[in-house]
């Protein structure tokens, strides 16, 4: 049961990669990257049980967090062009735009 | 970025549990998958986290680089120091055995002040980078891609 679910979860990885590579706009690219991510957590998980290692729980947890955090930063960056903007900062580059 | 309700609202949930998180990768690293480098990254990852949703200006008054110039070298210390120790009490560089009288003891405690300095250092060094990034960025124009 553990390889179907792992067989299907590469399927719908390379589906998503297909989805980042050909993205046509950025945000189709950035939405594939971040569920690229997700699918890898499931993966981590996933694996963990079929080789009797439950503690790659723990790996799919942090996982789970730094995708998060990375899909913020390359959201931001392409908003703003600048990662290190204030609110003030960034309500100014609002108005311009 | 203080329309995006949502994202400061999840944010601001999430960066506790990412601290306690990394603590746990950090002290909990002998048993299970986890160690100084990794929770020194998570560590710093909250604090990343928090400078992109408030600014790195907020962020540097939070965790000043004065304190991050402090910690860089005060991991590495604390590194070299347990060696130092292990020598003192009669063992070679680093022999873990004679840090306390039952040498499995020795290992279990020297292994973890050992994390302990490699995770300071890691995280200190992490957000480094990150202000020396984001903080010095000159404004790119659409003409300039």
Do not use: C
Not at chain 1, 21 to 41: H, W
Not at chain 2, 25 to 46: I, R
């Amino acid at each position: 049961m553990f390889i179907g679910a792992t067989a299907a979860l590469l399927v719908a990885m390379a589906l998503t990669l297909i989805r980042a590579f050909a993205g046509p706009t950025l945000f189709d690219r950035v939405l594939a990257a971040n569920s690229f991510g997700t699918k890898t957590v499931l993966l981590i998980g996933v694996l963990g049980f079929l080789t009797d290692r439950p503690e790659f729980l723990d790996i799919a947890l942090l996982y789970a967090l730094v995708n998060f955090i990375g899909t913020i930063a390359v959201l931001k960056f392409f908003r703003y062009r600048n990662l290190g903007l204030s609110n003030t900062e960034a309500a100014d580059r609002e108005e311009i735009d | 970025m203080n329309h995006h309700l949502v994202l400061r609202v999840v944010s601001k949930l999430l960066i506790p549990f990412i601290l306690l998180f990394a603590l746990y990768v950090q002290f909990h690293g002998d048993y299970g998958p986890g160690g100084g480098f990794q929770a020194g990254v998570l560590f710093a990852s909250a604090f990343i986290l928090y400078a992109l949703i408030y600014g790195v200006d907020n962020a540097r008054e939070v965790l000043p680089p004065k304190a991050l110039r402090f910690l860089v070298p005060v991991g590495l210390i604390i590194y070299a120091l347990t060696g130092f120790a292990s020598i003192v009490m009669g063992g070679n560089y680093l022999d873990y055995d004679v840090l306390a009288h039952d040498p499995q003891h020795g290992q279990h405690l020297g292994i973890l002040v050992i994390e302990f300095g490699v995770g300071t250092t890691v995280a200190a060094v992490m957000v480094t980078i990150f202000y020396a990034y984001a903080g010095r960025t000159r404004d790119v124009d659409d003409e300039d891609w």
